[in-house]
């Protein structure tokens, strides 16, 4: 690694406006060191601020036990409220298109419940092969119970062509193609293994066109890219919030759905009594009146202690601003890049996966290890850079821009150069 990299690596972060929510964040620690971490697409570090929201709410339920659901200025019993400000700008929705609630795969379970409704041949849910479990388990079991057959409903799309990800055309076509077979398609915002960015507007509009549904999983997306949901006519989405949204291991998860869908009160739904009219909510009279909104949606009360650690991190993303984390984002994930393809020591003995166009890519880059194998991905935990392994021989690499820096990154290459040095 050239001095001249580092050089510009600290001029970059000089000039960095987002540089100071750096220190917003509690990193690990090596040697009394804090660690290169890029790791933030598996789970987001913790911010400084987390703990004050949830003393707040444990002092609360020390002071007024009970009385807390309607006391104070975050009153329990519409504290799911607070988030929804923040959430609208962040996936491009409505407040009343978006709530924090339940965990991922809880959300997708509901989602398919009102979303996967197989009538005839229409009964084929289209997903990408090798498909995040989360999805995969999701959408196999709902075919199921649905009194389907998953071998013939469940489509698994594969490239044909050997390359590392999925063409917009090539998902468009095969959408086409399955034409008034299909129900569902169901893909991820980006791709957790290979980091691809997918085309939400396209691919949504192209189901549309075949008179299918069109469900997004965000996971790795939501805090990492400016999503454009309600434009773009998606008719739900769900997402976790511990990777980018740094809401801690577990957090709480997000529902997106469409206003077009949620004023309709007949959609069919699984449904839980804080998904029905709120001011009747403690008449206990078991009336069927769901909200007309995504809160419709809703099973029970909030898990505040989680939510609370949500809303801190939340409060950090409205300070940053998530298209000038987009832009900060690009910079950095490019300025990595380039050190990694114009590395000598690198150069042919690792390959990017992630697509390079900008339209393509989040704050992630997927590097295959040509030759060696996980040694090399010990080598950079030992040394304190915390990362994210994949068989087979890939490393999922996230420089997240509210807390990593572009000296980070000189660090990262430099010890990657290392550790494929000493492989020999």
Wanted: charged share 25%; proline share 4%.
């Amino acid at each position: 690694m050239k001095e001249e990299a580092l050089q510009q690596a600290r001029q970059l972060d000089e000039e960095d406006q987002l540089a100071k929510f750096r220190s917003e964040f509690h990193f690990p620690q090596k040697d009394g060191k804090d660690c290169t971490y890029l790791c933030g697409n598996s789970l987001g570090l913790q911010p400084k601020r987390t703990s004050a929201f949830v003393n707040e709410e444990l002092q609360k339920w020390q002071k007024w036990g009970v009385e807390g659901h309607f006391t104070g200025n975050k009153p329990w019993v519409s504290y799911h409220q607070n988030a929804k400000p923040y959430l609208s700008k962040i996936v491009g929705g409505h407040e009343h298109e978006v709530v924090a609630m339940n965990n991922l795969t809880t959300n997708l379970h509901l989602a398919l419940a009102s979303f996967y409704q197989p009538n005839g041949k229409r009964s084929k849910i289209l997903i990408e092969k090798g498909a995040f479990p989360s999805d995969f388990y999701a959408v196999h079991s709902r075919i199921k119970v649905s009194g389907y057959d998953p071998e013939e409903n469940l489509i698994e799309l594969e490239t044909a062509d050997g390359s590392d990800y999925l063409s917009t055309e090539t998902i468009t076509e095969t959408i086409e193609e399955i034409g008034d077979e299909l129900a569902l398609v169901m893909f991820p915002g980006i791709q957790y293994y290979t980091g691809q960015f997918f085309d939400i507007k396209r691919i949504t509009a192209a189901a549309h066109k075949a008179g299918a549904f069109a469900g997004f999983d965000l996971a790795h997306a939501v805090g990492n890219v400016p999503l454009r949901l309600h434009g773009d006519d998606v008719d739900f989405a769900v997402w976790c919030t511990y990777k980018y949204l740094n809401s801690g291991p577990g957090g709480v998860g997000g529902l997106f759905v469409h206003e077009k869908h949620g004023r309709k009160k007949e959609m069919p739904r699984l449904s839980g009594w804080w998904g029905h009219d709120a001011e009747a909510r403690f008449k206990m009279a078991n009336q069927i009146n769901p909200i007309p909104t995504v809160d419709g949606w809703q099973l029970s009360n909030v898990n505040i202690l989680s939510h609370a650690s949500h809303l801190a991190s939340l409060s950090v993303f409205e300070e940053a601003g998530i298209e000038n984390l987009r832009a900060k984002s690009l910079r950095l994930t490019d300025f990595m890049e380039e050190l990694i393809i114009n590395s000598e020591v690198l150069k042919d003995q690792v390959t990017i996966l992630t697509p390079s166009s900008h339209e393509e890519r989040g704050a992630q880059l997927s590097i295959y290890l040509t030759y060696h194998g996980k040694s090399v991905f010990n080598y950079l935990i030992e040394r304190g850079v915390i990362l994210d392994w994949r068989e087979p021989n890939v490393i999922r690499v996230a420089p997240v821009p509210l807390y990593n820096s572009f000296t980070d990154a000189v660090n990262f290459v430099k010890i990657l150069e290392e550790a494929i040095s000493n492989e020999g």
